[in-house]
């Protein structure tokens, strides 16, 4: 398994810090308790005709959970120390996010003064080693673990990143068990050392943001008003205009467009998260650049979604709208354009799209 992690994982400019895995025997006999099926193998597919290409599919996990006992926890992040110091490979991010936390300095952190506490309840985190992650990553990436908890009832305390804000705190803690006590991590670069710990896999996976249908309906229940007269007919458009990449220049020709269809223009990050919950649950339509906002469409019933690119398409939020069964599609510039970059968006291609794609 460890030979296999990283020889996919290839070289790296930054040295690899010490890695040992649960099936290495050593590690097993002293850590490892047991192995719990979180979810089996499965393929998922993308069928959007008004995106490129229209077709797209691929594998998913099989996602395992692991009891463990005796090791050191770094709650942030989710990831695991032996007593021997070596980190566990199972804990670690894929490969593009163990590289980039690798070039960030993150395993530089070791338990030190100050760290040690030693928790004897059976504990989880929820952390994803994503690195001082976003909105989108708290969302997609970490929230869904909980689902891994199903499989797990006898943990008694749940660690999330102490960069959660209250209401996503808070809507933890109503997704979860009664039981279990939640917990902000102790800091982002502190250690506890558990005596029980159950590693709960992220069930998602970078660049595809498809949720475990559990998860969505969980979602769902806690987070809409069931049997109201709340109408579902809002048309949004999320606007980049306070970022620093991926701005929309020709934005104001954009909502003029798109005044005329009825669509209102919004700032998310300008918007508390409660405000952002109720806008979205009442949208039909949303349409917005390649970013973080477009994870509201976690709290739309059933809505279309148009993503607009500078250049060639990712399919995060594709995978996300398939899970979730919203229509997709997406405009994209030119492929040579950088994924970062700053574009301008074709309004004939715009008006196109929104004829035929929402009616």
Same mark, same amino acid.
């Given at each position: 398994?460890?030979?296999?992690?990283?020889?996919?994982?290839?070289?790296?400019?930054?040295?690899?810090?010490? !890695?040992?895995?649960?099936?290495?025997?050593?590690?097993?006999?002293?850590?490892?308790?047991?192995?719990?099926?979180?979810?089996?193998?499965?393929?998922?597919?993308?069928?959007?005709? @008004?995106?490129?290409?229209?077709?797209?599919?691929?594998?998913?996990?099989?996602?395992?959970?692991?009891?463990?006992?005796?090791?050191?926890?770094?709650?942030? &992040?989710?990831?695991?120390?032996?007593?021997? #110091?070596?980190?566990?490979?199972?804990?670690?991010?894929?490969?593009?996010?163990?590289?980039?936390?690798?070039?960030?300095?993150?395993?530089?952190?070791?338990?030190?003064? =100050?760290? #040690?506490?030693?928790?004897?309840?059976?504990?989880?985190?929820?952390?994803? =080693?994503?690195?001082?992650?976003?909105?989108?990553?708290? +969302?997609?990436?970490?929230?869904?673990?909980?689902?891994?908890?199903?499989?797990?009832?006898?943990?008694?305390? +749940?660690?999330?990143?102490?960069? @959660?804000?209250?209401?996503?705190?808070?809507?933890?803690?109503?997704?979860?068990?009664?039981?279990?006590?939640?917990?902000?991590?102790? #800091?982002?670069?502190?250690? !506890?050392?558990?005596?029980? @710990?159950?590693?709960?896999?992220?069930? &998602?996976?970078? @660049? *595809? /943001?498809?949720?475990?249908?559990?998860?969505?309906?969980? +979602?769902?229940?806690?987070?809409?008003?069931?049997?109201?007269?709340?109408?579902?007919?809002?048309?949004?458009?999320?606007?980049?205009?306070?970022?620093?990449?991926?701005?929309?220049?020709?934005?104001?020709?954009?909502?003029?467009?798109?005044?005329?269809?009825?669509?209102?223009?919004?700032?998310?990050?300008?918007?508390?998260?409660?405000?952002?919950?109720?806008?979205?649950?009442?949208?039909?339509?949303?349409? /917005?650049?390649?970013?973080?906002?477009? &994870?509201?469409?976690?709290?739309?019933?059933? *809505? &279309?979604?148009?993503?607009?690119?500078?250049?060639?398409?990712?399919?995060?939020?594709?995978?996300?709208?398939?899970?979730? =069964?919203?229509?997709? #599609? *997406?405009? *994209?510039?030119?492929?040579?354009? /950088?994924?970062?970059?700053?574009?301008?968006?074709?309004?004939?291609?715009?008006?196109?799209?929104?004829?035929?794609?929402?009616?």
């Amino acid at each position: 398994m460890l030979k296999k992690m990283l020889h996919r994982w290839g070289r790296s400019p930054v040295a690899y810090p010490d !890695i040992a895995s649960l099936y290495d025997a050593h590690t097993a006999a002293r850590h490892l308790e047991g192995i719990v099926e979180v979810q089996p193998y499965k393929r998922v597919v993308s069928h959007a005709p @008004y995106a490129e290409p229209e077709r797209i599919e691929r594998g998913m996990g099989p996602y395992e959970g692991y009891w463990l006992r005796d090791v050191w926890v770094w709650p942030e &992040t989710g990831i695991i120390r032996t007593v021997e #110091g070596k980190l566990i490979a199972e804990t670690l991010p894929s490969r593009y996010r163990f590289l980039k936390m690798l070039r960030a300095g993150a395993y530089r952190y070791e338990p030190g003064e =100050g760290d #040690g506490a030693v928790v004897d309840q059976r504990v989880a985190s929820l952390g994803g =080693g994503r690195w001082y992650g976003h909105y989108y990553h708290w +969302l997609v990436d970490e929230l869904p673990r909980i689902v891994g908890l199903d499989h797990a009832p006898e943990v008694e305390c +749940l660690y999330v990143p102490c960069a @959660y804000p209250d209401p996503i705190f808070d809507l933890v803690r109503n997704l979860v068990p009664d039981h279990i006590d939640v917990r902000r991590a102790p #800091g982002r670069q502190q250690w !506890i050392f558990a005596r029980r @710990y159950f590693h709960a896999p992220a069930l &998602t996976e970078d @660049y *595809c /943001g498809f949720l475990p249908e559990r998860f969505v309906s969980r +979602l769902r229940e806690v987070l809409h008003d069931h049997g109201t007269d709340r109408s579902y007919d809002r048309k949004v458009y999320i606007s980049r205009a306070g970022a620093s990449k991926r701005r929309v220049l020709n934005e104001d020709d954009v909502i003029e467009v798109l005044a005329t269809y009825g669509f209102e223009a919004v700032q998310a990050e300008k918007m508390s998260f409660h405000d952002q919950v109720r806008l979205f649950a009442e949208a039909r339509h949303i349409i /917005g650049p390649h970013g973080a906002g477009l &994870t509201n469409m976690m709290f739309a019933r059933q *809505c &279309t979604v148009l993503e607009l690119f500078p250049g060639a398409p990712f399919t995060h939020y594709r995978w996300l709208s398939a899970s979730l =069964g919203h229509a997709y #599609g *997406c405009l *994209c510039g030119p492929t040579e354009r /950088g994924k970062h970059d700053d574009f301008d968006v074709d309004l004939d291609m715009l008006k196109k799209k929104i004829e035929v794609f929402i009616r």
